[in-house]
């Protein structure tokens, strides 16, 4: 139910024009974290986040608004004062396919129903397990965090929807004593509220042990050119860092050169290379079936057999400057933040290649698993695997340490030569940082990729 | 009594009724925002928030809540002690002289309110026509009050500020600069940084010198070379073991001429202007755990020699806290965010031998490069003194001139070696940096190798 009762009589009453668009997004957000740190438990808290923000786009100018308090009243006609006061630019919004299906999706177990005492109890046991593995460990975090958010938006073109999302991640690292530096092995899991996928990661936990512990006698990866073969975790934030973000609409207005390198027929990869930006599955962090705009949610095929098809994912305000049709990715973090074109889950399509048959055709060249680190400014991108081992004719060797992969983002997709055949579905922590707004959830789905002569340095 | 202060009397008095000891901190703030397009102001968007935290200790344990709804102060009491049923252990508290002496909070000069936002907002839009760039940015005026309480003690501070960021675009290059000021002025050194990146984006793609050269690094270029060593002496990552420092306070790490000291703003003269636009970096009475906020000396002549800390970590490590627990940080309390060591105020310093202007220290490089900013820096923070990335933007130098825009290219900076062996000196200017940690970095000059 909405919180006006869907009443129209709150955008009369604020003075806006026939032509003025108006939205008031309510959300009511809470929130358990967890934290082992040092020699156990460092906190526990939960948040009740709530608030409500309104934007105002017009003739006149455009403004947005938010407030703890849940009176979405004032809070319009403080958006709609500035909106005038302040006279910035006006703008204008593409009409959009209103998000009509409320039905929930289905999620395992839900993390609300589980007790704090048994959380506190399994997560516990991960740190406590990680800490006695081994003499060389100095240290384990583990944090864990959960939230349920059901939002409200209601718009002055009559639009009412509301919809209820949740998030669960859990990261665990594990630190050596490496002597100049420390080294991390790391487990990292999520979910759109399943409390199952942190059941069960005792080996995860072990195996994060042993590669910290290990990489303390790892050589040091020699920099140079390297043949790298990533795992579907690492292939799918890459894709997310790549063409993801180059994809979406605001970085496109007033960038002719990026508009020119993501023009559509253009051939950026191999024949095999399909990428979408997906509404996703239920259960998942990615699962977006409504933005914050109220607009339904649908796939975007980004290239297809390498060639780049729609280029742009958008929010009503770029789909209007670009003239076309609204996506459904206009996120945001929170209701201090007004929407903006953001990635929900990006899927790389299997190919055909098996892992034997990817490894097998490498020389020299690294085997990459996870990512503990990754950055792009949509010209480069620098990604830090979890795990590297090395590839010497065909066979996967011991570990190395130090890897990072660099590399300019469109060039780096014409080195992908081989890609698998599974396609990995799962979801880590991690998260989505733009403009302020980070750690917004989203998920990936990729299978392996094997890129030819990807730069490598060491740290 | 406002709003707030009469629902922390509510809570004040619900929490004793249940807790054995209890803490308070709310924060009230309004953020007032301009975006600057192009020019033109394009955008705006207000917020104003009240949040509230409240740290209960119940039969040895800690239990914490917290909530933007202040109307139920029930269940956030409820909350908060029914965490506590499966908390962490309440450590004892070990800060004599909690909230002695608070420092006096500075006065913001007189605004004209939000209009001053847009006032300074058009001012940086108009930089676009001197400067001959397109201009983009944001211009943020914030107002922040911080209420405190506990059984035996209640205090309430409150800030203003403006914050600045710019980014001027060419043809070639996308030049960031980013300051804070109490005054509704645009700082000198934002125009002044502008004309120079003028004069530089006309010119030609190059890459870096292949043999020995030295390197100019740009404050915010520092800011991501130092992030592995203030993230090594920080009590988090001391606590959870992931620290490379730890074990060797006392040891020369950088070169001797160097210090890093947390501090305070000089305080300026009523009439002043905020020139390099640091002004505006907070510096708190206390931290967020009561703790007061002193100066505090990090690196000394080259030797780490202490780490900065919360009550919590304090306690972990069995020392004491420097007033460094902040929930976000002094410019932007985050009550929803667990109180962490945080530098407000960090500043690189080297003897007086070692400390020219920019423009000496450009001049002195016969062949070199100009790091402006880095990308991926921060990713192996605290793990690791060697910082590697990519260059995100940089210019090649000849003969004491910029000559050259350097193309893009991976790079890996050793703070020892950066700030050890080669380091030859900092400029006399510093520029204020927040990301992770807040302060005020100078250019740095390190030579060939």
Redesign the interface.
């Known amino acids: 139910m909405l919180l006006t009762g869907g009443s129209p009589a709150l955008f009369r009453d604020v003075g806006l024009r026939a032509d003025d668009y108006a939205e008031v997004r309510v959300e009511r957000a809470r929130t358990v974290d967890l934290v082992w740190r040092g020699d156990g438990l460092e906190s526990s808290v939960t948040s009740r986040d709530e608030g409500c923000c309104a934007r105002v786009i017009g003739r006149s100018g455009s403004a947005f608004a938010s407030d703890t308090a849940m009176d979405a009243g004032p809070v319009l006609r403080r958006a709609a004062r500035d909106a005038v006061e302040l006279g910035c630019a006006a703008g204008r919004l593409a009409a959009h396919r209103p998000y009509r299906d409320d039905r929930p999706g289905e999620i395992g177990e839900l993390a609300e129903t589980v007790g704090l005492a048994e959380k506190v109890e399994l997560l516990g046991a991960y740190h406590a397990a990680a800490l006695a593995a081994h003499t060389g460990v100095t240290g384990a975090l583990v944090y864990y965090r959960e939230s349920v958010a059901d939002v409200e938006l209601f718009t002055s073109e009559g639009t009412g929807v509301s919809y209820r999302r949740r998030d669960l991640t859990l990261q665990i690292t594990v630190y050596a004593d490496g002597g100049a530096a420390r080294t991390a092995g790391s487990v990292s899991a999520g979910s759109g509220g399943d409390f199952s996928v942190v059941r069960g990661l005792g080996p995860d936990v072990e195996a994060a042990v042993a590669t910290a512990v290990d990489l303390r006698a790892a050589p040091v990866v020699a920099p140079g050119e390297y043949d790298v073969v990533c795992d579907g975790p690492l292939a799918g934030i890459w894709a997310h860092e790549t063409i993801g973000h180059l994809a979406e609409a605001d970085h496109h207005l007033g960038d002719a050169p990026l508009q020119r390198s993501l023009a559509p027929g253009r051939r950026l990869g191999p024949s095999m290379l399909t990428i979408t930006d997906h509404p996703g599955r239920p259960g998942a962090r990615g699962f977006v079936p409504v933005d914050d705009e109220g607009t339904a949610g649908s796939p975007v095929e980004l290239l297809r057999d390498g060639v780049v098809t729609r280029p742009r994912l958008h929010d009503r305000s770029t789909a209007a400057a670009f003239r076309e049709d609204p996506t459904g990715n206009a996120r945001a973090l929170n209701f201090r933040h007004p929407p903006l074109p953001r990635l929900r889950t990006i899927a790389i399509a299997p190919g055909a290649a098996s892992e034997e048959e990817m490894i097998g055709g490498v020389a020299r060249g690294l085997l990459a698993r996870g990512v503990l680190g990754g950055q792009t400014d949509r010209a480069g991108f620098t990604f830090l695997p979890a795990e590297c081992r090395e590839i010497r004719d065909g066979e996967v060797r011991g570990r190395v340490r130090g890897v990072v992969l660099s590399g300019d983002v469109l060039g780096a997709f014409a080195a992908i030569d081989a890609i698998g055949r599974e396609q990995w579905r799962g979801d880590t922590s991690a998260s989505c940082g733009k403009q302020g707004q980070n750690g917004l959830p989203v998920s990936s789905w990729a299978p392996m990729l094997r890129l030819r002569g990807i730069r490598v340095t060491s740290g | 009594m406002s709003p707030l202060a009469d629902r922390l009397d509510h809570v004040a008095a619900e929490a004793a009724a249940r807790a054995g000891h209890w803490e308070i901190l709310a924060v009230e703030r309004d953020d007032t925002v ?2 600057v ?2 020019g ?12 509230l935290c409240l740290r209960v200790h119940l039969h040895g344990r ?8 202040l109307d ?1 102060v029930r ?2 009491v409820g ?1 908060a002690v ?2 506590a ?5 309440a450590s004892p508290d070990p800060v004599a002289g909690r909230n002695a002496a608070l420092l006096a909070a500075e006065r913001p000069a007189p605004d004209q309110g ?1 209009r001053s ?2 006032l300074l907002a058009e001012r940086l839009g108009a930089l676009q026509r001197s400067a001959g760039l397109t201009v983009h940015g944001t211009v943020t005026r914030t107002e922040q009050a911080v209420h405190r309480a506990a059984p035996d003690r209640r205090t309430t501070t409150s800030d203003r500020f403006f914050h600045i960021a710019a980014l001027a675009e060419g043809t070639a290059v996308q030049l960031p600069w980013t300051g804070w000021t109490r005054t509704p002025e645009l700082p000198a050194a934002l125009s002044a940084w502008l004309e120079a990146a003028a004069g530089w984006d006309g010119l030609p793609a190059a890459d870096a010198p292949s043999g020995d050269h030295d390197v100019l690094l740009a404050p915010s270029a520092v800011h991501t070379l130092l992030t592995p060593l203030v993230t090594a002496l920080n009590g ?1 990552a001391v ?6 420092v730890a074990g060797h306070l006392g040891e020369p790490f950088l070169h001797p001429s160097i210090g890093l000291r947390d501090h305070p703003s000089e305080p300026a003269a009523p009439d002043d202007p905020d020139d390099e636009g640091t002004g505006g970096l907070a510096w708190p009475g206390s931290d967020d755990d009561g703790v007061p906020c002193a100066p505090l000396t990090l690196v000394e002549r080259g030797v780490p020699v202490r780490a900065y800390h919360s009550v ?1 970590t304090a306690a ?1 490590c069995g020392t004491a806290p420097t007033g460094h627990g902040f929930r976000g940080n002094a410019l932007r309390r985050t009550v ?1 965010k ?1 109180a962490t060591p945080v530098l407000n105020g960090a500043t690189l310093s080297a003897g007086s031998a070692d400390v020219g202007s920019f423009d000496d220290l450009l001049a002195g490089v016969r062949e070199g490069v100009l790091v402006e900013s880095l ?2 820096g ?3 923070a ?9 260059l ?1 933007l940089g210019f090649l130098i000849r003969d004491g001139r910029v000559a050259g825009i350097l193309r ?1 290219r ?3 900076l050793d703070l020892r070696e950066v700030l050890g062996r080669r380091f030859r000196a900092v400029s006399d200017r510093r520029w204020a940096v927040s990301r992770i940690w807040s302060g005020r970095m100078p250019f740095v000059l390190a030579g060939g190798t």
């Open positions: 301009v975006e397009g192009s033109v102001p394009d955008l705006v968007r207000s917020a104003h928030e009240t949040a800690v239990g914490t809540a917290t909530t933007t709804r139920d269940g956030l909350e029914r965490n049923a499966h908390g962490p252990p939000t936002v847009r988090t606590t959870a073991g992931r620290s490379f919590r972990a929803l667990p990308m991926g921060h990713q192996r605290g793990l690791s003194p060697v910082v590697e990335g990519r995100r893009q991976p790079i890996a």
